[in-house]
């Protein structure tokens, strides 16, 4: 039987809001997951268990935070539901077509209704450069990047933005939680907001926030709510913890009773408030439907041993408002987390280095050892100390795909192509041909937007000076591309064929800059049209670039540096974290309200429940400060993490790096030694 390996709470959720031999559509029921409970095994289970007590598979609606994550749910739901159903679980699988991201989901069913909302379905969507680009261009037409003093820049005007449209807050309370520097602004940021809004709509993008807002908007419409509402029996939504107030609205009006809705998520782990997510959508979610709403706590940890828990609760244990729960395994151990004091930052990346090698001499692998932080700029002695030693590391974030130069001219191409409106694009893709300026672009684009058909004025357009062939190469691979006359994929080797030049003579490093494009090519063939690639591509997009990767190690073994917020998800053999002092964590910038402290209790919670079987937490008493009076001490002194006061101690083994000899064993060492000074002084002049 597929249910017997899950433990009585999995099955609980599981199994809640259906019975044997039909599908019943129960109430809401909120799965508090803490981690390494088994979270996403449970919700595939549920998603099958559905499935097998026969509900259409159609009709359930499955929202995840990453579109790997809803393809590994789909996977899982397939090998579970091939255990009853058979051979036709590949067709039930298959059939599970909404399964995706919020923004995913959203930008389908944007296109669906696009007539009743009056937007065009050809609509492009716009990355976060993009969007900063465009708020830039608005921004320079209103004049605002000529004031006498310095006004937000692009990328905190889009900040501002974002975070008022996904809390769904005013722009001033925005502005005076998060953005208080910028809060005399706020006539200048409102009139930039409605402009940037009026050059989306005109140019027909959509930024990230909108495949959210529109979709919110669409549902405020109480037959539209219905209507989307009814397409789905079940909707479910992993890692409800980060969402933010518009995802919340948007699961509110499509299933308003609760009925069918199962949301999983874990409180303790709600550390993202920075991109507008808030813990309150899951603490509140019990009273949002009221008396109704089901609750199953997974509380049974399949990761870390139990020392490392009773540490992990023991923190958590002190937040002001959580839902109840203790984590507990049945992995005994009889090593409790060390609470290590070092010197400094110095001592402290000797400390790991000598730890981590050490660990690698009795077998385990560098690959299953982490070094976390809470900040990117934590690590920087760490990674001097462990490129001086020659030991392999990979540290988690920096330059995304899409945010390559050579990978954006590709995708602006094809999304000129497809919606020659599209401002952005087209003024980075004309930017490309020598002897083309932004002047030129602008004059150009200013003569096809007046156009009912921009592209045929594109042809009409005389070329510019000293553009030669490249412009009518240009023009040619753009009709070609929205004539579809090379068929999909085929249209991304025309985009490539055409850029190889202007790739050559923009990028000293070409050759390995292609590999990408090529990448570009074999991801591109794995979707059905240019218009799905365009949308789940920009949404979802992969990590790595070639010129970012670096040689591999001969033993493809490697070292993990992340910040908490990269590591949330994954898990090691033994972890250590950095800086586990007050100003470090709690960041200095994370202490003006409770609720920031709060947050940053839960990133610390986040990091030590990483941890398999060791867990090393790093004390540095001081820190090397830039700029400190040279005639004193340039050094700053730390103390341990208010989030393990004394009454916590007991929680950890404390101890000392380098260990602290007694004064005793020093003096009887040093009056033994016998050192011929006299011949050293004669050796320094022979």
Not at 383 to 409: C, M, Q, W, Y
Not at 450 to 458: E, R
Request: hydrophobic share 40%.
């Amino acid at each position: 039987m597929y249910l017997e390996k899950l433990n009585p709470e999995q099955r609980m959720a599981v199994e809640y809001g259906t019975l044997d031999g039909e599908s019943h559509i129960g109430g809401p029921l909120l799965v508090i997951a803490g981690a390494g409970s088994g979270k996403t095994n449970t919700l595939a289970h549920r998603v099958a268990h559905l499935v097998v007590k026969g509900a259409d598979p159609r009709r359930i609606l499955l929202m995840t935070f990453s579109r790997r994550a809803a393809t590994e749910m789909a996977r899982r739901v397939e090998r579970i539901c091939a255990q009853v159903l058979g051979a036709n679980a590949g067709v039930i699988s298959d059939a599970l077509a909404w399964t995706g991201t919020f923004h995913g989901i959203g930008a389908r069913l944007l296109r669906d209704y696009a007539e009743q909302i009056g937007l065009d379905p050809a609509f492009t969507i716009h990355d976060r450069e993009d969007s900063a680009d465009l708020m830039n261009l608005v921004r320079h037409e209103l004049g605002f990047s000529k004031t006498e003093n310095r006004f937000p820049t692009k990328g905190t005007c889009l900040a501002i933005y974002s975070r008022a449209v996904n809390s769904e807050a005013a722009l001033a309370e925005v502005l005076a939680d998060a953005f208080p520097w910028c809060a005399t602004w706020e006539k200048q940021l409102r009139e930039l907001f409605s402009s940037y809004v009026e050059a989306k709509q005109n140019q027909n993008v959509l930024d990230y926030d909108d495949l959210l807002l529109y979709w919110a908007q669409m549902v405020g419409e109480p037959l539209l709510a219905e209507d989307i509402g009814s397409r789905f029996d079940h909707v479910l939504v992993d890692e409800y913890q980060d969402t933010n107030r518009l995802q919340a609205s948007i699961l509110m009006a499509l299933k308003p009773d609760g009925r069918g809705l199962t949301v999983v998520g874990d409180d303790a782990q709600s550390i993202y408030s920075f991109r507008a997510a808030t813990v309150r959508n899951i603490l509140d979610f019990p009273q949002s439907f009221s008396p109704a709403a089901n609750i199953v706590t997974l509380d049974r940890n399949y990761r870390s041993t139990q020392p490392i828990l009773a540490a992990a609760n023991a923190v958590i244990d002190l937040a002001r408002e959580r839902f109840t729960k203790n984590l507990r395994t049945e992995r005994e151990s009889a090593e409790r987390p060390r609470l290590v004091t070092v010197r400094d930052e110095a001592d402290q990346a000797r400390y790991i280095a000598d730890q981590v090698l050490e660990n690698r001499e009795v077998g385990t692998q560098l690959k299953r050892q982490a070094v976390l932080f809470r900040a990117s700029h934590h690590s920087g002695p760490l990674e001097i100390e462990l490129t001086r030693r020659n030991i392999p590391f990979v540290k988690f974030g920096g330059l995304k795909f899409l945010d390559s130069a050579h990978v954006k001219d590709m995708l602006a191409a094809l999304r000129f192509a497809q919606n020659p409106l599209d401002r952005v694009a087209g003024f980075r893709l004309m930017q490309l041909l020598p002897g083309v300026g932004p002047s030129t672009a602008q004059r150009v684009l200013d003569q096809m937007s007046d156009q009912p058909s921009p592209l045929s004025a594109l042809a009409d357009i005389p070329a510019p000076p000293r553009t030669g062939d490249d412009w009518a190469s240009f023009v040619s691979t753009l009709s070609q591309l929205h004539a579809g006359n090379a068929g999909w994929p085929a249209e991304i080797g025309l985009v490539r064929s055409w850029y190889e030049p202007h790739l050559e003579r923009a990028h000293e490093d070409a050759a390995s800059r292609l590999a990408d494009l090529i990448q570009l090519e074999q991801i591109a063939s794995g979707y059905p049209s240019r218009e799905r690639f365009l949308t789940e591509l920009t949404l979802d997009p992969p990590d790595a670039t070639s010129d970012q990767s670096g040689v591999p190690h001969l033993d493809e073994d490697y070292l993990i540096l992340s910040t908490i917020h990269s590591a949330k998800g994954q898990e090691w053999t033994k972890v250590f974290m950095l800086n586990v002092v007050d100003g470090c964590i709690p960041s200095d910038l994370g202490t003006g309200t409770t609720a920031e402290i709060e947050e940053e209790r839960r990133l610390l919670y986040v990091a030590m429940t990483r941890a398999r079987d060791n867990l090393d937490l790093v004390v540095p008493q001081r820190f090397f400060v830039h700029g400190q009076n040279a005639q004193g001490d340039r050094h700053v002194y730390a103390s341990r993490t208010r989030f393990i006061p004394a009454t916590l101690l007991q929680f950890f083994e404390a101890c000392s790096w380098p260990p602290v000899r007694s004064e005793a064993a020093v003096t009887a060492q040093a009056r033994q030694m016998r050192v011929d000074v006299g011949a050293r002084m004669r050796n320094m002049w022979r």
